[in-house]
């Protein structure tokens, strides 16, 4: 059964501490996995990773993809309150269409 | 470019009727459409798969008589929610892939609140 799995589940730190957050998965043939920040409504795209090792980077927040190990991180320096939201990852799959999301990691900044 | 929007934003029912929420791709042909669940707090559930002109693959343990979804053009993708129950409220959201290249990419609509009381 294909699944994706982030730890923590929930998260709070401060206002510049750095942070990663954890997704591991398990899906047949993968093609893809994306990350998604979610505020008060539907998520919106941070980044997409489909080779190994090459870090993806936006601003303050980067993603790297272990396709070996079967996981991908998402690093945020510089933690601002901004920041404050659930974090999603998603993995594809090259037979299927759809998507898998695991089940969220919700990170809290305090100022 | 790539925007979704759903329709409507927030709705509540009384228990036995039936709600439709439209979910449309503004600028772009989406072939493939996802509807999702999210309850408080939690991730996105996958509930179907909707496909233009054909009939949707729903999820495992998704009632499909009980989510009616049609995607009548690459424009347009539709939930029904019939004989709605307390328990099916919750936040609905949409997503269309874009062809081609970018097939790897998903956009979500603003997503839907149901309460049904």
């Known amino acids: 059964e294909d699944k994706v799995v982030q730890s923590p589940l929930s998260l709070v730190v401060h206002e510049g501490d750095t942070v990663t957050l954890n997704c591991s998965y398990e899906?047949?043939?993968?093609?893809?996995l994306l990350w998604y920040k979610q505020e008060k409504k539907a998520p919106t795209f941070l980044f997409m990773l489909t080779s190994s090792g090459i870090e993806k980077k936006s601003g303050r927040l980067s993603s790297i993809l272990d396709k070996k190990e079967l996981f991908s991180i998402l690093n945020i320096t510089a933690t601002q309150t901004g920041d404050s939201a659930i974090y999603l990852c998603?993995?594809?799959?090259?037979?299927?269409?759809?998507?898998?999301f695991g089940t969220g990691t919700s990170l809290t900044v305090i100022p | 470019g790539a925007v979704v929007s759903q329709h409507p934003s927030w709705v509540i029912c009384k228990s036995g009727t039936s709600v439709k929420i439209e979910c449309r791709s503004l600028?772009?042909?989406?072939?493939?459409m996802f509807w999702y669940r999210q309850f408080p707090k939690q991730s996105l559930m996958l509930m179907a798969t909707s496909n233009e002109g054909s009939k949707a693959t729903y999820e495992q343990g998704v009632e499909k008589d009980k989510f009616l979804i049609n995607h009548a053009s690459l424009t347009l993708s539709t939930l029904t929610v019939t004989s709605a129950h307390p328990e099916d409220s919750s936040f609905y959201i949409c997503?269309?892939?874009?062809?081609?290249?970018?097939?790897?990419?998903?956009?979500f609509g603003p997503g839907t609140r149901l309460t049904v009381l």
């Open positions: 997503s269309a892939r874009l062809a081609g290249v970018r097939w790897n990419e998903q956009f």
């Open positions: 998603a993995v594809g799959s090259v037979t299927g269409n759809q998507f898998y």
């Open positions: 899906v047949t043939n993968f093609r893809s």
């Open positions: 600028d772009f042909q989406a072939t493939t």
